[in-house]
């Protein structure tokens, strides 16, 4: 796994580290968008479910109103899994006086070291929020 690419810039990779436990997380942001285009795809792929927009306004919300679920960041569980090295091979250079990105096959690339999760379990949870104002 690794998350956090693009985070400063296209060039720039990582983890995204959690900033009160430093430990690489995934954004709770991040689940939210991935459990709402699941239920998009589906909504499109099977329309006899029945799970129809309002549905996942509903559950997800809208840029002026908040959804229903709210999603908690996925930390990674205490129980095996480890952090690694990995190396990627950009074949990108930016030229330090103009920062100007130019795409150069022809030359070495110059690896660089990254971290890396491996066999690791995260944990997270979904939230339903029951006040009123969002219930309804």
Known sequence: LVTGIGEKGPLE????VHPIFGLPYIPGSTMKGVFRTFFNVIRLLDPKLGISEGLIQTMFGTQSKSGILIF????PALEGGFLYFDVINPHHKIDPKSDVITLDETKNPEP???????????TMYILINTTLENAQ
């Open 72 to 75: 908690t960041d996925a930390l």
């Open 13 to 16: 990779m990582g983890l995204t």
């Open 112 to 122: 660089l070291a990254i971290l890396a999760l491996k066999d690791t379990t995260f």
